[in-house]
C-alpha cells in the first residue's frame, strides 16, 4: 500500500549544473564539478513566530525578497564550482571597488545590484509595458475592471512569451532540465519514497509550489487589487494632465506589489495544504 502523501514548505531553485534546495532550518546546494558533486549546507536565519515581519501578509513580501537575495548568492556560487563557467579576469572596475570597500562588502554590493536590476527589469517588463500598452484603449473602454482586465491579460501574453523565448536557448533548456529535477525530488520526498535516482525519475515534474505557480498568482491577484485601490489613484489624477497622471498610476502600483505579493503568498501557502491540481498547469 502506497504512503499517504504529505505536504512540505521545501522549495527550491535551479543552478547552473546544480539545484538549491530550501528547507524549514537550512539551505543546500549541490553543483556537478570536474571532481563530483559538490554539496554545501547553510542554516537558515530562522525569525521567531512572534516578529512582525511572521505575520499572514506581511511574511509575503519579506520571504519573496528574502529568497531573490538568497537565490543570487546561491547562482553565482554555483558559478564559482560549475565547470561550464569560463573564468574572466576582473575589470579594473571590480578590483577597484573590492580595494575600497573589501571583498565582503564588495560581495554584497554585487547581490544587492543584482536582485534590484533583476526587480527593475521585472517590474518594467511585467507591470509598465502592459500597462503602456493597455492605455492605448482609455478611450474606448470606459469600465476601469475591463481595463485592468485587459492589462493582466497582456501581463500574462507577455510573461508567456518570455518563457518561451528563453526556453530556445540552449542553456536555459539545461537550466530547466535542473529545475524540473528540483520539482521530481520534492515531489518523491512528499510521496515518502526512499531518495534515489530510480524513485525521483517516476516522480512528476509538476509542483503545485513551483515559483511560476506563485507569479501567475501574483499576475491574477494583481488585477483584483488594482482594481479595488483604482478610485483612490484617481483621486490623486491631475487633470487634463494624461503624462503625470500615467506616472501616479505606476508609482502606485509599483507601492501595491507588496500587498499583492502578500496576499499570493498566503494562497500558495494554502494550497501547498491540499491536494488542488488546478495550479499544476502553470508548473
Not at 530510480?198 to 488594482?226: K, P
Not at 490623486?236 to 507601492?255: E, S
Request: a positive charge; hydrophobic letters at 45%.
Amino acid at each position: 500500500m502506497a504512503k499517504e502523501t504529505f505536504k512540505t514548505m521545501i522549495g527550491g531553485q535551479a543552478l547552473i549544473e546544480g539545484i538549491m534546495m530550501r528547507g524549514p532550518k537550512k539551505d543546500a546546494i549541490v553543483v556537478r564539478t570536474p571532481g563530483g558533486l559538490q554539496t554545501e549546507i547553510m542554516d537558515r536565519k530562522i525569525r521567531p513566530k512572534t516578529s512582525p515581519l511572521s505575520w499572514p501578509f506581511l511574511r509575503g513580501p519579506v520571504n519573496f525578497f528574502d529568497a531573490q537575495v538568497t537565490g543570487v548568492k546561491a547562482l553565482m556560487r554555483s558559478a564559482d564550482l560549475s565547470p561550464e563557467m569560463e573564468e574572466e579576469e576582473p575589470s579594473k572596475l571590480d578590483l577597484w571597488l573590492e580595494k575600497k570597500l573589501g571583498s565582503e562588502k564588495f560581495q554584497q554590493g554585487v547581490i544587492g545590484f543584482s536582485v534590484f536590476l533583476g526587480l527593475a527589469m521585472s517590474i518594467g517588463l511585467f507591470f509598465l509595458l502592459p500597462m503602456i500598452v493597455s492605455s492605448f484603449f482609455d478611450k474606448w473602454i470606459p469600465s476601469t475592471l475591463v481595463l485592468h482586465l485587459l492589462e493582466g491579460i497582456v501581463r500574462m501574453i507577455i510573461f508567456m512569451a518570455y518563457m518561451v523565448l528563453v526556453s530556445r536557448m540552449q542553456e536555459m533548456k539545461r537550466l530547466f532540465a535542473y529545475h524540473g529535477a528540483e520539482h521530481k525530488t520534492i515531489t518523491c520526498y512528499e510521496e515518502g519514497k526512499e531518495l534515489t535516482i530510480e524513485n525521483v525519475r517516476e516522480c512528476s515534474r509538476v509542483h503545485d509550489r513551483c515559483g511560476t505557480t506563485f507569479l501567475f498568482l501574483v499576475m491574477i491577484i494583481s488585477i483584483l487589487v488594482f482594481s479595488l485601490a483604482n478610485p483612490l489613484v484617481v483621486k490623486l489624477y491631475i487633470q487634463d494632465n494624461d503624462k503625470i497622471n500615467g506616472i501616479i498610476r505606476f508609482v502606485a502600483k509599483v507601492l501595491l506589489l507588496p500587498v499583492v505579493a502578500g496576499v499570493s503568498y498566503e494562497i500558495l501557502r494554502l494550497l501547498a495544504k491540499t491536494q488542488n491540481k488546478f495550479f499544476y498547469f502553470f508548473s
